[in-house]
Each structure stands twice: as C-alpha cells, then as structure tokens.
C-alpha cells in the first residue's frame, strides 16, 4: 500500500474520532467538569483500531486486531466504572468510544466513505439528545401505538398483498398493493411531519408551526389559526402566514408524491405548481416582514395516523383511482379534469397518487395527469381558503383573499400556458 493511501486512511480515522470527541468534550466538558474521553482520546481510540486492523494485516491474524480491541475494551469498561461512582451513570460516550475504534478499523480497511458516513451519523445523534428528550417528553400511549400499527402496514400487511389486479376495466387499476403502498407512503410522510412537531414543539412560532404542520395537516393549520383570528384579531396577518405556509408544503408534497410513484411526470408537472407554490412563498415574505410576532403557535395536532386513517385513505385513494379511470373511459377528458377537481375538494394526496399511477401505466397521457393535478391543487385552495374566509377574522380574510387568487391564477394560468 502506498504511504499516500496509508496516510489518507489513518489521517480520515483521526479526523473522524476527534469530530467525535470535539462533541462529547462540548457537551460534557468545562473546567468543572471530567469526562473519561475527549477529543484528543477519541482521536487516539481511532488511531488505535486503524493500527490494530493493520497489524491484524501485517500478521495475516484476526487475533492480533481482537487483542488490542480487548485492552482498549478494558481501559473503558475501567474509565466507566470510575464515572460511575461519581454519579455519572450511562452508557452514550463508552458506545462512542467502541463506535470509533470501529471507525478506525473501516478507515483502513478502506471504507473511508462509510467511515465519514458512520462518523457524521453518531455525531448528529450525539448532538440531538435535547430534541430526542423532548420528543420521548412529548410522546404518548396513542403516538407509540401509531407508530407500532405504521410498522405494521408497513412490514407485516405490505408484503403479502398481491401485487396484480383482477378484474376487468375500469376495476383493472385495483390493485391490492399498489393501493397499501400508497397508503404507506402516505400515512409516513404525515406521521414524519407530526413527529418534527413533537421534537420541535408546536409553541416555538407561528410561522415554523404552520411550516411543520402542512407537512402532518395544512387543513388543521388553516382551521386552528382561522378559528384563533377572531380571538386574537391583532395576530391576524401572522395567521395568514402560517397557513399559507401550511399551503405552501402541500405543494411541495405533490411534488414529492409525484417524483416517488412517476418521476417522468414530474417534468409536465413541476412547473405550475412550482410557480403557485413560490408566490405562497413570496406572499409569505411580503407578510413576514410586515408584521413580525414572537407569538407562539399553539395548536393542536392530533396524530395522523391510526388503523382506521389508514384504511380510510386506503379506501379513498382506490375510489379516486376508479372514478378517474372510468371518467376517462367513458366521459373522456372532460369527465378525468372534472373528477379531480371534486376529489381535490377533499384530499389533494388520493388524486396525486392515482394521476401518478395511472399515467405510469400508461392509461393516461402526461399532459392529461399533470393537468388533472393542478386542477385538484387548485380546487383543495379554494377550499382551504374557504375555510379560512369562512372561520376567520375580517382582517384575516383581507389578508388571505389574495393569497388565494395569487395562487389560483399562477397554477391555473401556467398549466394552460406552458
């Protein structure tokens, strides 16, 4: 081996140990207080199993490398148990330490990008333990549960569906799994953005709550802070904010959805709801720094996911499938743009995946489906901006009407455009 190539592999070791360490010795360290390793200790640690793999080498002896990794084994399972009897009780910075004599090993090894990647990774959870605490706070029964019966869907339901249709035209989009992986794929995208709430707290902003909360419902956003407008009618035009906001997200959902189940739809599809999403967002500009607030956001998210949801959704999303195909079976285009707009009127996500769906298999155009799905984005505005020119304030619908009107006439203006 090359002293070029030795070097890179036991400097990146180096490297990567005292990243470590820097993060233990911040979090842990001071002048008052003693921790068993620090930077320069765990840069040591990953020197010492990048050598005990080369000696390991030299030797052509997998004894070698287990005898060195046993003394350094003992030299903290000793540092650990003379922490422990000053009330210092945990395991985190002696797993550290084994995680990075590991690193060392994979450096020379020459598994440098994995080592980089191991090394990154522990450091982030190294470093996240106050939003870790906070979410194991924040947790409930009911969100544990959630989170079992998502696994569940996931690992247990998923597989053993059968993966083909069996039934004739319009039926023949019924698909067992294709229908439960949506749901899937759905019922985590929501349940990731009620967990980002948890970890961040739904009091830390108005503006960062609606952010988050379009992720888990931009519906309960638009509705809470409607509802909260004619209480608090000073605080309006933040509301509109953290709605539109919530909107925004919704957007940036479709494209998502879209990119997962059909990626070559995504080009006839981008570009609308793009530019509808980007002026939410320069709306959102033009009111952030017109009426700033310290205000906290303060509404409550129910978990979005439970068995029944997900059955529901599942149920949906196959009624949306069926419907569009056999409107454009039998009632043509006219009847595919007309059933998503009603079906967008209740959920924007049924209608974005079977478009999706459908034209990856070939029974739509591109330019049908991406058209179908901007027409049912636009159709969820409207109702949303409904709800909150309905529930709300006068001072908030002054604010919101044209967000909606912004929105509606770029969306549907560029998709027949472009």
């Known amino acids: 081996m090359e002293n070029i190539d030795l070097f890179l592999r036991f400097g990146t070791a180096i490297a990567i140990g005292f990243l470590i360490g820097l993060q233990r010795e911040y979090a842990h360290g001071g002048r008052d207080q003693m921790i068993i390793a620090g930077e320069r200790t765990f840069a040591l640690f990953s020197l010492a199993g990048a050598m005990a793999a080369m000696v390991a080498d030299q030797l052509s002896s997998a004894l070698a490398f ?122 985590g995208i929501s349940f990731l953005g009620y967990v980002a709430i948890k970890i961040v707290g739904p009091e830390q902003g108005i503006g960062l709550t609606g952010l988050l909360g379009g992720m888990a419902s931009s519906t309960a956003v638009t509705l809470s802070f409607s509802e909260r407008s004619n209480r608090e009618p000073d605080l309006s035009k933040p509301f509109v904010l953290a709605i539109t906001l919530a909107w925004t997200v919704m957007f940036a959902r479709v494209l998502i959805e879209v990119s997962v189940v059909n990626p070559a739809l995504l080009g006839q599809v981008w570009l609308p709801i793009t530019l509808a999403g980007l002026v939410g967002l320069i709306y959102c500009g033009y009111l952030f720094f017109v009426q700033r607030t310290a205000e906290k ?42 059933s998503s707009i009603i079906s967008g009127l209740a959920d924007v996500d049924a209608i974005t995946l079977s478009m999706a769906e459908l034209s990856r298999t070939g029974v739509l155009g591109m330019d049908q489906a991406a058209l179908a799905i901007v027409l049912a984005t636009m159709s969820n505005t409207l109702v949303k901006g409904g709800i909150a020119i309905i529930a709300g304030s006068s001072t908030l619908r002054k604010s ?5 009107v912004m929105i509606l006439v770029v969306g549907l203006g560029s998709a027949i455009l472009f």
Do not use: H
């Open 297 to 338: 956001g303060d509404v409550k998210f129910s978990n979005p996911f439970d068995l029944m949801s997900a059955i529901k959704f599942g149920l949906l999303y196959a009624l949306v499938l069926l419907i569009s195909r056999a409107a454009q079976m039998y009632l043509g285009e006219t009847g595919l743009y007309l």
């Open 400 to 404: 919101i009407i044209p967000a909606v």
């Open 66 to 187: 287990f005898g060195i990794i046993l003394v350094l084994g003992l030299f903290t399972t000793m540092a650990y148990f003379t922490s422990s009897r000053s009330g210092n009780v945990g395991l985190t910075t002696e797993v550290a330490i084994v995680i990075a004599i590991a690193i060392g090993a994979l450096c020379y090894w020459g598994y440098l990008t994995l080592a980089v990647a191991v090394g990154i990774a522990t450091t982030v959870l190294l470093s996240i333990k106050l939003e870790t605490d906070r979410l194991a706070r924040a947790l409930t029964r009911e969100d544990i549960l959630a989170a079992l019966q998502l696994a569940v869907i996931s690992a247990i339901v998923l597989p053993i569906l059968p993966n083909e249709s069996f039934l004739p035209p319009p039926f023949d989009v019924l698909n067992p799994f294709k229908i439960w992986l949506m749901v899937v794929f759905i019922s």
